[in-house]
């Protein structure tokens, strides 16, 4: 497979990392910054001789060389800085994959796209419009995210491997995100079996505020190790075409009561993209956080000129 990685910043460069050192197919990296793509490929290409791999990876500023992939990961734009939300992020970022969606469109036209800029759901939106793809064909990641940050504190708190935290998250990628501590199990046991209701809050408060978390630490710029290992995880289910299923951000249409809006639900991911959203059944405390993350896409979306 070819897979493409539009921009080769810390999400972008550290996705195309782990994407060489699976050799799940070719890899173009591509970004408005001279030499910095083409500096990263080397540096990637050269830890193929040590760690062993022989992924052929191309680094370039130059839509022309993302030709024919079957998959393309936006990861350009500008990440948040310590106080901004997810939304301040709009402005700048819907021109840039604006621009970007169009050379998809271009030179990539039966790609399936994986968006990760933020704000998530609006950006999503924003890559299938302008690149006029089929919804099934766009989807955004943010619940594989968000559900390993979930699982991992889990873990903590539990004292238990975090391989064994099966979790989903769903609703907006910001602050109305929606983990789901009902479907939640630990080796098959529920989680409402294994802790108190307080302290299961006090799990999901963190979770919602994980990004923001690393991002007070970090200064400047925000994660990237977490985020890049769940877009690998969504690619491997595309390119391997497995059907799993795993929270991705999804062109709704009539499900959860909503329509079209992108947002967190979980689907079943293979070889042609969204394959299927599934709904579960919630409590009303999560329909009703449901509800106020779509109003606020659908705020924003409507205020769009896409
Ligand atoms: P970064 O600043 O390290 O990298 C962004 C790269 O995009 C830079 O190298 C920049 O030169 C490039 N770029 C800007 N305009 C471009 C254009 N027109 N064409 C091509 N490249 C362009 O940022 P980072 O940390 O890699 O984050 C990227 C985006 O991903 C941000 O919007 C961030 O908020 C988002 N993000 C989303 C997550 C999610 O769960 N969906 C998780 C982590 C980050």
């Given amino acids: 497979a070819k897979i493409s990685v539009i921009g080769a910043g ?20 591509t970004d408005i910054v001279e030499g910095l793509p083409q500096g990263k490929v080397l540096d990637l290409i050269q830890a193929g001789a040590i760690k062993g791999y022989d992924t052929s990876i191309i680094g370039t500023n130059n839509y022309a060389d993302i030709v024919d992939s079957d998959l393309v990961i936006i990861t350009a734009g500008i990440a948040r800085k310590p106080g901004m939300t997810r939304e301040d992020l709009i402005k700048t970022n819907s021109k840039i994959i ?3 969606s169009r050379n998809i469109a271009k030179y990539a036209p039966e790609s399936i796209v994986i968006n990760v800029t933020n704000p998530l759901d609006i950006i999503t939106y924003i890559a299938m419009k302008s690149t006029g793809f089929d919804t099934k064909k766009v989807f955004g990641m943010s619940g594989v995210l968000d ?54 809050a006090r799990l999901v408060e963190r ?22 290992a769940a877009i690998v995880s969504m690619v491997e289910a595309v390119i391997k075409n497995s059907k799993r299923i795993l929270p991705a951000s999804a062109y709704l249409e009539g499900q959860y009561g909503q329509e079209g809006i992108y947002f967190g639900v979980p689907v079943k991911l293979g070889a042609t993209g ?5 709904e579960l059944k919630l409590d009303e405390n999560q329909y009703e956080l449901l509800r106020k ?14």
């Fill in 10 to 29: 810390n999400v972008g460069a550290t996705t195309v990392q782990r994407l060489a050192e699976l050799e799940l197919g070719e890899i173009v990296m």
């Fill in 98 to 100: 604006t621009e970007v």
């Fill in 147 to 200: 559900s390993g940050r979930f699982a991992s504190f889990i873990a903590e708190e539990l004292k238990c491997s975090k391989k064994d935290v099966q979790t989903m998250v769903i609703g907006g990628h910001g602050d109305l995100m929606v983990p789901l501590p009902q479907y939640t199990t630990v080796s098959g046991v529920p989680l409402t079996d294994l802790l108190p209701e307080d302290r299961i």
């Fill in 207 to 228: 979770t919602v505020n994980g990004g923001a978390e690393i991002v007070e630490l970090l200064k400047q710029g925000s994660a990237f190790y977490a985020p890049s």
């Fill in 274 to 278: 969204v394959e299927e959203i599934l």
């Fill in 293 to 306: 993350s779509s109003e606020t896409i659908r705020n924003v979306i409507s205020q769009l000129k896409v």
